[in-house]
């Protein structure tokens, strides 16, 4: 399948280094111009230094580090600020990101978070999860405001079972040509752990 | 039906006005004796007056920034002096700001373009932090008691963000409160803690009002206007009354529903349309 990504220029930010470079060696395969930034507080930066270097960005995907066992209950005020403060970061990176592509009339935000999202697993990621459902719900609101731009904001939701190489293909599918008019979505790679029918 | 909550002892953050004003007084008619904290002393003792006027010796005040994890823990002080160990909190803090001359400073309506990325945390601190340190903050009582209810007042665009607002804060804070809810509801189960969360549609409150007056003056229509079109928009095609959400509030705090737990239940008249 072509996914229309030649030339494209996508960053990605993440700290887990296998995530990074997984989604960064499937989009070079198809073709994209990557860069990567391991801090989410750096991450508007190097957007901003993408459009110095191409010209333009293309698409920005951040993958949550998945931590398991970290129960909301357990969690202190200084966790869950510290969490949340990705939901900041990631905010201020899309948005370096979002007058060019709404610009150009094309762009594609995606986010790869934990599976815990939509149902509870046994060694959930709960404090990640809270991350992850404010992005869910920024995502609906992103695309209320740009998809009329082109510019598409789907989820990933992974678990710790789930291959990076595995990842990282449903990512560029989502960065993909063809995948213009999925919007605000999320796509579950969990073998079918998740006991939830939608 | 008798809900057995006589003696029972309740917080109730946003006390003073509202939905949480009409949730402390269904819980003060069903005997159970009742915290208000809020920010504002004046209105606090308002809604006390009159709540001590029809139910007499059940309601205290204990003025409080409900963000502030300390002040959080001198509420739960207050209650245990005056009534005892507590056994219900309710969560009920608003979030960002519509109207300033009567809920103070922070950040106002904006949408996913507009609002700056530093929002997401003041809105983090309004409405998740504030739940969750009422509910840590109470949990001790009621794990002792091995009986507890708490509640949070959240707001359907937890589930279904909506479109046509610019509430991208709401949109992006109040799942993450749902989803809190769900796991503390998991966590806490096995102490006989149930932990709910009732997801607010277009109910006829003061902020609401406010609201209304905001979105009249953005759109430049009348305020009936805005009140008409968004009730066509209801298939019950009318608000809600603060009442309503109260007394489902007063059932999931009952004894009757001790195996509900971790759900997040609209009160909207049918506009959430998600399965």
């Known amino acids: ?198 | 039906m008798k809900l057995g909550l006589e003696g029972r002892v309740a917080i109730i953050s946003g006390g003073s006005r509202g939905i949480g004003r009409a949730i402390a007084t269904a819980l003060a008619a069903e005997g159970a004796n009742v915290v208000l904290a809020a920010r504002q002393q004046r209105p606090l003792e308002d809604a006390a007056a009159e709540i001590d006027a029809q139910y007499p010796g059940q309601v205290e005040t204990a003025s409080a920034d409900m963000c502030d994890v300390d002040a959080v823990r001198n509420v739960v002080a207050v209650a245990n002096k005056r009534f005892g160990p507590v056994g219900i909190a309710v969560s009920n803090v608003i979030g960002h700001v519509i109207d300033s001359s009567k809920e103070g400073e922070g950040p106002g309506a904006g949408t996913f373009t507009t609002i700056r990325p530093v929002d997401y945390r003041d809105e983090f601190t309004r409405l998740l932090v504030s739940a969750w340190a009422l509910a840590d903050a109470a949990r001790t009582d009621m794990r002792q008691q091995r009986w507890g209810r708490i509640l949070n007042i959240g707001s359907g665009v937890a589930r279904e963000p909506t479109k046509d607002l610019p509430h991208v804060l709401p949109n992006v804070v109040r799942p993450a409160v749902a989803g809190l809810y769900r796991m503390l509801a998991r966590s806490l189960a096995p102490d006989g803690i149930t932990v709910n969360n009732l997801l607010t549609g277009a109910i006829l409150t003061e902020r609401n009002r406010s609201y209304w007056e905001w979105l009249a003056q953005e759109r430049r229509q009348p305020v009936e206007e805005v009140r008409r079109s968004m009730t066509d928009g209801i298939p019950a095609r009318r608000m809600g009354e603060p009442e309503e959400m109260a007394a489902l509030a007063t059932f999931l705090v009952s004894e009757q529903a001790g195996h509900i737990t971790g759900q997040s239940i609209p009160v909207d008249g049918g506009i959430n349309r998600h399965l």
């Open chain 1, 1 to 198: 399948m072509d996914l229309g990504l030649q030339d494209r220029v996508v960053v990605l930010a993440g700290p887990d280094a296998p995530d990074r470079t997984a989604g960064a060696e499937a989009l070079s395969a198809e073709g994209c111009r990557v860069s990567t930034v391991a801090d989410f507080g750096d991450a508007a930066a190097e957007v901003q230094r993408a459009v110095r270097d191409h010209g333009r960005v293309d698409a920005v995907v951040v993958y949550l580090p998945l931590r398991p066992d970290q129960p909301a209950v357990a969690a202190t005020i200084e966790d869950l600020y510290a969490t949340w403060s990705w939901v900041e970061q990631i905010a201020a990176a899309f948005r370096a990101a979002v007058p060019g592509m709404a610009e150009r009339g094309w762009g594609r935000l995606v986010t790869v978070i934990t599976g815990d999202v939509k149902a509870l697993g046994e060694h959930a990621d709960e404090v990640g999860a809270l991350a992850g459902l404010g992005l869910l719900g920024m995502h609906k609101a992103a695309v209320a405001d740009v998809a009329r731009f082109g510019i598409s904001a789907n989820a990933v939701l992974r678990d710790a079972a789930s291959a990076p190489a595995e990842v990282a293909a449903t990512v560029a599918f989502l960065v993909s040509e063809p995948a213009g008019y999925l919007q605000g979505v999320t796509m579950s790679l969990d073998g079918a752990r998740s006991p939830v029918m939608f």
